[in-house]
């Protein structure tokens, strides 16, 4: 079968080591058996070939028995036994394999949920805006983004037209616009059925790491039913590097391709949950899409079940993570600079603001809030969501390590705050 036996030897071998057996000529067991991937045209080759070469040739006289070739391929796609099942996304799978169905069995999951939406300006029948929502209710609750139902320039206008919702199977309603914030791009739209709908699972993006794969579903270019994968490339890419003023914001940068029609559609992870709702994607570059996060989006939901509105807090301070580096800059710049090794600096304090009248001061240095230690401007904005008009004890640590405790009580942001 092999007229060059220096070739087939090279070729044994090399196979064997490509499989984890490691130094061929280091082995002497054998009962050794190596597992290799291959075609099953190269199987039957090396087997056939195996008998011969091994037991004339001096190299491989260790397997005078033959050469064990375990068909592997199965193998390559399915995790060892011995390795824990956690999920993507950090629900419950962080060691799993890819595997050749791993995102079509998300799709099939989350496919029946989701659902194409057209807004029909009654101004101009012409013209109408198109885009995706998911069911997250069997009663019909519809989760989707601002900008396709509302008018965005006036953050509280809701467009008169009409908006027709059709789902996976051809089903078609009328849907009604329930609540909108502009400002974190989320909407709920309702229709009524006379049976329950297909839901989807809501997630976490809490544990969402890099590199992750994710599925979005929704229809670009009106292509309903459309999904597209890709893995998560920035788990909490902030408002202004992307340029958009306004209250802070974070959203998961992803690759998956995004086009016109997919805003308001989820993405999801391999375990079939929504993590979040794609809003946006850049116009200069390829693969380079934005959604918001599921958990910032589920309290906002709750704003809106609560209060028909999201109430923002609103304590008029610009913070800045203090990094290592960051810290190593300012103790360069000002020697006074307090002797701290995290917290969150105050850069500016708006003049009437809540924290004005609390006494911050530009230069602060936020060490615990509410009794808790913080270290991102995020904890800080988590502690305050939901408790407008609650008082705060505040530790600030201030020039020449001066510990000073403030009260503040957030306000709600009012629409020019929050576009400030």
Known sequence: MFRNPRRATLLLAAAGAAAGAGGLLDRCDPTTAVTVSASTPLRHLLSTASTGLLSSNPLLSPWQGGFPIINSVASALVPPTNLSNQGSGGSSDDSRFLSRNSIADAATAVGPSVVNICVQETQCAQEKRVGSGTIIDPDGTILTCAHLVADTESTKAILSGKVNVTLQDGREFEGVVLNVDCHSDIAVVKIESSTPLPAARLGS????????????????????????????SCVDRKSSELGLGGIRREYIQIDCAINVGNSGGPLVNLDGEIIGVNVMKSLTAHSLGFAVPIGSIVKKVEHFKK??????????????????????????????????????????????CPADRAGFAPGDVVIEFDGKQVESTKEIIDIVWGNVGRPFKVLVQRANNVSVILTVIPEEADDQQLSA
């Not at 109430?311 to 610009?318: D, I, N, R």
């Not at 190593?328 to 600096?345: C, H, I, N, T, W």
């Open 205 to 232: 993006s809490c544990k969402l790491r890099p590199g992750e794969w994710v599925v979005a579903l929704g229809s670009p270019l009106c292509l309903q039913n459309t999904v597209t994968a890709g893995i998560v």
């Open 307 to 352: 209060n028909g509105r999201v109430v923002w807090p609103w304590l008029g301070l610009k913070m800045l993570d203090l990094k290592p580096m960051v810290i190593a800059q300012l103790k360069e710049r000002l020697s006074s600079f307090p002797d701290v090794s995290k917290g969150v600096f105050v850069s500016a304090v708006a003049p009437g």
